[in-house]
């Protein structure tokens, strides 16, 4: 076990205020409210009930709040007991497969280290008494009860989810300002975290070229809040935050995944290219005389653009079958190794009936699609026929 907890000191008063900024988008008495008046991407406070644990239903945070406007949810996990410990954390982190960080802060210098682990155990040993923060990505692979907080945003599509993401923090720990383009639930486990945030759409958003990190040049935030176990921030793509424990703290980093148009449409032309036969290409019959050597005249980019825009065409089918693979396979952190016998079919249907246990390996993605009165499951890229009761379960059980 590797010991790296400090003694978390409470301070005397926790609130939303601050002495020289006054806090906008504040919870009115009566819930909050959403007008035409109200700025996009204006920040909110809500309070959880047991009846509505984002304080408000959640067709409404769809509709008004999710990837438009940061929300801060008090007591969205009532009565908060983080489902692992520092000491824990620290011990993935030393695992060959982690993907873990530490980032430390000298604040004298404005110097910022970033280490990648997995680390030895003795490091935790040489680190300084404050601001250093660990993090270690893809931990509900590892761990069940902390897999268990994503049932909690069942709302979402499940494909959308990527990881939940925790990071142990001492006092003045944090990873510096920055954006992220991701949808992110940020729940405080234990500990307090001080979060700084700028719902300000004209920000800015430029790097700092001295650090590893992409931290932002320069941020001024609109609001402040400090959270406590169980209290959560939403925030949107784009938003500039900035989180420092206030004591050491662990948080829970609910993302999703969102990927670039770039990478989308890299990764649909591949899948294409891979079904076009080697002799569709590039034809120009009937051309006229060419009137000055090497130059690509009009004629020649317009069947360029027809011969691509063809090519790049695509069915219901086939942009099904390719989302499906590419979603399930998107930067996953690792491969998930099949048996060395696959099983067939008929093999599998016989021990499904014999009363076999399905297992879900964590580190495989799934997702599924209607196909007729079927579903298409696909698991880490494939793409497989199955019952749309089978796809639904396992999609949505660990084991079945």
């Known amino acids: 076990m590797v010991g790296i907890t400090g ?76 489902p692992l ?7 993935l982190s030393c695992e060959e497969l982690a993907l873990a960080r530490l980032v430390v802060h000298e604040p004298r210098g404005d110097r910022w280290a970033l280490r990648q682990g997995p680390f030895a155990e003795e490091v935790f040993g040489s680190l300084p008494a404050s601001h250093w923060t660990l993090l270690v990505q893809d931990v509900d692979k590892w761990d069940a009860d902390v897999a268990a907080l994503r049932a909690r945003f069942d709302f979402l599509p499940g494909w959308r989810v990527d990881d939940v993401m925790v990071s142990y923090a001492v006092e003045g720990g944090s990873v510096g300002a920055h954006v992220d383009q991701y949808d992110v639930f940020l729940l405080q486990g234990m500990g307090h975290r001080r979060w700084a945030i700028s719902d300000d759409p004209a920000a800015p958003k430029a790097f700092r070229d001295d650090v590893e990190l992409r931290l932002l040049r320069a941020f001024t935030p609109t609001h402040e809040w400090v959270l406590e176990p169980g209290d959560m921030l939403y925030l949107p793509p784009g938003v500039p935050h900035h989180g420092v424990a206030e004591d050491p703290c662990l948080t829970f980093s ?74 399930t396979r998107y930067r996953a952190a690792h491969d998930a190794v099949p048996p060395p016998r696959r099983l067939d079919a008929a093999t599998f249907a016989q021990r499904l009936a014999a009363g076999a246990t399905v297992i879900r390996n964590p580190w495989s993605r799934v997702a599924w699609a209607r196909a007729g009165r079927g579903a298409t499951l696909f698991v880490a890229g494939l793409a497989l026929p199955a019952s749309r009761a089978f796809a639904v379960r396992a999609c949505t059980d660990e084991a079945f």
């Not at 410990?85 to 620290?90: K, Q």
């Not at 995944?257 to 032309?269: I, K, L, Q, Y």
């Not at 000055?292 to 089918?317: C, H, K, M, N, Y």
């Open 85 to 91: 410990t520092p000491e824990d954390l620290a011990g």
């Open 254 to 327: 609910i993302g999703m995944r969102a990927p670039s148009v770039g990478e989308m449409t890299a990764d649909f032309a591949g899948f294409l290219a891979e079904r076009l036969p080697e002799e569709r290409r590039y034809t120009d019959p009937g051309i006229a005389p060419a009137t000055s050597p090497g130059e690509i005249d009009d004629d020649a980019f317009a069947r360029v653009r027809t011969a691509l825009s063809e090519a790049l065409a695509a069915d219901d089918a086939t942009l099904r079958e390719w989302f499906g693979g590419f979603a």
């Open 7 to 82: 003694d978390a000191v409470r301070p005397a008063r926790y609130d939303d205020t601050l002495p020289t900024r006054a806090i906008r988008g504040a919870t009115p008495p009566d819930g909050p409210r959403m007008t035409d008046s109200l700025p996009l991407h204006a920040a909110l406070v809500t309070t959880a009930t047991p009846r509505q644990p984002l304080g408000m239903p959640v067709k409404r945070f769809l509709a008004e709040v999710w990837q438009r406007r940061p929300l801060l949810v008090r007591g969205a996990f009532a009565g908060m007991q983080a």
